[in-house]
């Protein structure tokens, strides 16, 4: 697991994850694609094969305003502009163009296309014309002292991008002599019309750029992302040969570039389907189902006999069911959408009864105490008969109605006592950052079990990792360690609380969605999830994006009414940036143990607040 408190000081930064799903929201309106995600890298930037736009990094360390309204530009830039008006078929043509400095060409064709773009957007689309001032005022101070910097060390490419930006900006600069002279032609931009204007004049500046200009650009101001020729594989399936396949349409524009990957990514989750297509067992080619008697036993099955060998078949099956992979198929947010993930119970293994029972001498006041004072309060919010009030059952006694001013003749009978109508799930970080806490940690789950079991609430527990080794590309198993389940009703798991064990890494966002799946198809009307971790999410491809896609889990899940808390285990004091952190994450819901020793009284008072609004809704 990632640690918060980082070695250097300017690693030490996390994406803010409420106002980059703000932008991403914004991102799927404007370009009307609700599947389109949102990341941010050192420049703006296309990944159609991830259904990705990225923010430019550029517009951290500045004052908010400027910041947020920098966040927005690019996001009106690539999402209204870039995706329905830049013509992929003239920025593929440019592209196959020959010249001794492609780098410089690429990015004097996307700054071009980012002026004409960007005038278009505001006409459209009044509102955003702050922005785009900020936008390019800021960016205006970038390249005048980038310019400066790169006349010094004669870096001629790479001043000739920054000077092209500010003679738009209509900032009178210069470079050197000749080169000057071909910013007369450059501002022939002012009338472009379409991608293919922009491309013809940047094409016309190229060879007498290469004539003055010794070297290609050095540094990266602007890159469009995946190469444009990068298109989405053709699906055939078996049967069907290549050349009976319909020719596809050209893409032409960036919108239609993301479509294209987004219907083979939802081909992709179709694997039954696929399967059934590609792989039947009819053999009606061979003969019809007549033969079919003749092959080999394929699979059995078993049957619904009641004798004794049933429920053993059962208890295997559900075994083998355990043991089976189950795909993500993006259910459970696109960060994981590599994700397999299996589920099995934790086997006990010999334990210290000593240690189990020390434990829970110790915690037994604790726990009748809770206990006592909810009883105590469940009994307060049992109403007695009230007499003499200005609402409820109208009294027999109806003399006040005569002789009192303000007469008071109704009364309201004894509220039954209720049930708690709560349901509570626990998810335990079974990181390999977890080993050093695992006592403190059993002892916390061992307390939240007794009490709830004592309560007689239904409630889950379960351990998560990702098996880090295995992890790659195209897949990253997942594994869920189950504790106690609610069928398990009041039956004491403590011996398997025991033998938790910490394994590799942690991928929250993943856990929480997870859980949620199952809490939410509970009818209780009070629903708790609880999430005991040590650190930073921490996975495979999962840094940055493995913050905001636990911090979007969150808020979807809270959206589904269910409240998350979680509580943070560390054996040093709490630093005001980790706190700061898991506020984003977790809202207000973040509780902190300063020390290990303070884990379970973290954890008895989250039971205590939970409970508290419980009752109080009676």
């Known amino acids: 697991m990632t640690s918060i408190n980082r070695f250097i000081q300017f690693n030490n930064e996390t994406v803010d994850t409420r106002l980059l799903s703000r932008m991403e929201k914004l991102a799927r309106a404007l370009a009307c694609a609700p599947y389109l995600r949102l990341t941010t890298r050192k420049l703006w930037e296309f990944r159609p094969s991830e259904g990705a736009i990225s923010m430019s990094v550029f517009w951290r360390h500045r004052p908010k305003e400027i910041e947020q309204l920098g966040y927005l530009s690019d996001i009106y830039l690539m999402s209204a502009g870039f995706w329905r008006h830049f013509d992929l078929l003239a920025w593929r043509d440019f592209q196959m163009t020959r010249t001794k400095l492609p780098e410089l060409a690429a990015q004097l064709l996307l700054l071009a296309e980012e002026f004409r773009l960007s005038d278009l957007v505001v006409a459209e689309r009044p509102g955003t014309q702050k922005a785009f001032q900020v936008r390019e005022q800021t960016v205006s101070g970038f390249h005048a002292d980038q310019l400066k910097q790169n006349r010094q060390k004669a870096f001629w490419a790479d001043a000739f991008i920054n000077a092209a930006y500010l003679k738009l900006r209509g900032r009178d600069v210069s470079v050197s002599d000749g080169v000057d002279e071909l910013f007369f032609t450059w501002t022939e931009l002012f009338s472009a019309e379409s991608t293919v204007d922009s491309a013809r004049i940047v094409t016309k500046l190229l060879p007498r750029l290469e004539y003055l200009l010794e070297a290609d650009a050095l540094h990266t101001y602007y890159t469009f992302g995946e190469a444009a020729e990068k298109t989405p594989p053709t699906r055939y399936h078996e049967g069907i040969k290549a050349d009976q396949a319909e020719p596809e349409d050209e893409i032409e524009t960036i919108e239609e570039w993301f479509q294209s990957w987004h219907r083979e990514t939802q081909l992709d989750d179709a ?53 089976r992979p189950k795909k993500a198929y993006g259910r459970f947010g696109s960060a994981n959408d590599g994700v397999v993930y299996y589920e099995s119970r934790i086997d006990p293994v010999t334990q210290d009864r000593q240690q189990l029972l020390k434990w829970r001498s110790e915690q037994a006041p604790y726990v009748r105490a809770l206990l006592k004072e909810m009883q105590k309060r469940m009994q307060q919010r049992e109403e007695s008969v009230r007499t003499n009030l200005h609402a409820g059952r109208l009294s027999k006694k109806l003399l006040p109605l005569v002789t009192d001013e303000r007469p008071k003749p109704f009364y309201r009978k004894t509220a039954p006592s209720k049930q708690l109508d709560a349901v509570f799930t626990l998810l335990i970080d079974g990181s390999a950052s977890m080993v050093d806490k695992l006592d403190e940690t059993k002892q916390a789950v061992l307390l939240f079990h007794d009490v709830l079991r004592a309560l007689r609430i239904p409630h889950e527990i379960a351990l998560f990792y990702e098996d880090a080794y295995e992890a790659g590309d195209t897949m990253q198993p997942n594994y869920f360690e189950w504790i106690h389940k609610f069928a398990d009703g009041t039956i004491d798991h403590a011996e398997q609380i025991l033998s ?4 590799e890494d942690n991928r929250d966002g993943f856990a929480i969605r997870w859980m949620a799946d199952r809490v939410k198809l509970r009818p209780e009307k009070h629903r708790f999830m609880l999430v005991f971790s040590d650190g930073e999410p921490s996975a495979y491809n999962y840094a940055d994006n493995g913050v905001v896609d636990t911090a979007q889990a969150v808020a979807e899940t809270e959206k589904l009414g269910i409240e998350v808390m979680h509580l943070f285990l560390s054996r040093e004091p709490t630093s005001e940036e980790q706190a700061a952190f898991y506020r984003m994450l977790y809202g207000n819901k973040s509780v902190s143990a300063d020390s290990l020793e303070q884990f379970v009284d973290q954890t ?6 939970t409970l508290h609004l419980v009752i109080q809704a009676l």
């Open 271 to 323: 694997a039954a389907l696929e399967y059934e297509l590609e792989r039947g067992d009819s053999k009606l080619a061979e003969g019809g189902r007549e033969e079919e008697g003749s092959g080999e036993v394929e699979q059995t099955g078993t049957g619904d006999s009641k004798g004794e060998h049933r429920e053993d078949n059962d208890a295997e099956e559900r075994r083998k069911d355990e043991r």
């Open 500 to 503: 938790l064990d910490a394994h």
């Open 604 to 609: 008895l008072r989250l039971l205590k607040r």
